[in-house]
């Protein structure tokens, strides 16, 4: 696969069904100054198989480094900001949840022993302060089976000071 561009404009498609799209992006640049990226149709997971840098999203900003999968649920705007000269993902696009495998989990919704998922070793993303900002913010949004139509706010997408609803990190 070519590396080149940043995290979204170099993904290529290795495998695609109606539900999952399996992909791989070899990024060699951050995505371009204040662009941002929503998929509207799935939740994304990026196992990062080389690199560093940090996703910044409404939710706040996630470092990532070699061997971490970085959870993205759909309809969230983000942007990848690299802080290696090149990274390499595997990216899953699904239009169902990425959650774990409730088998791992006791009725209280513990991991239990057997889980591959060790607890303390989720790391959530870090909310800095509201950005209130006006100007042009181009957000490229993804939809309609796979389209990408750019849209400009007149504000920061990350213009807020907290969440609250049922996407926890």
């Not at 994304?44 to 910044?56: A, I, L, R, S, T």
């Not at 470092?63 to 900001?81: E, L, M, S």
């Not at 990425?98 to 057997?114: D, R, S």
Request: hydrophobic share 30%; charged share 25%.
């Amino acid at each position: 696969m070519p590396s080149g561009d940043d995290a979204i404009r170099s993904r290529r498609p290795i495998v695609h069904g109606t539900r999952t799209t399996l992909s791989i992006a070899k990024p060699t640049e951050s995505m371009p100054k204040d662009t941002f990226f929503r998929n509207g149709e799935r939740h994304e997971v990026y196992f990062v198989q080389e690199g560093e840098g940090v996703v910044h999203s409404e939710y706040g900003d996630l470092p990532f480094r070699k061997d971490v999968y970085v959870a993205i649920p759909k309809g969230t705007t983000y942007r990848f900001d690299l802080t290696s000269p090149k990274a390499w993902f595997l990216v899953v696009e699904s239009i169902y949840p990425i959650n774990f495998a409730p088998h791992y989990f006791n009725k209280e919704g513990q991991a239990t022993l057997m889980s591959p998922v060790v607890e303390t070793e989720i790391e959530t993303p870090e909310l800095p302060k509201y950005k209130d900002e006006r100007g042009e913010f181009p957000v490229d949004v993804k939809h309609g089976g796979g389209k990408i139509t750019r849209i400009t706010l007149g504000h920061h997408p990350f213009d807020l000071a907290g969440w609250e609803g049922a996407l926890y990190p």
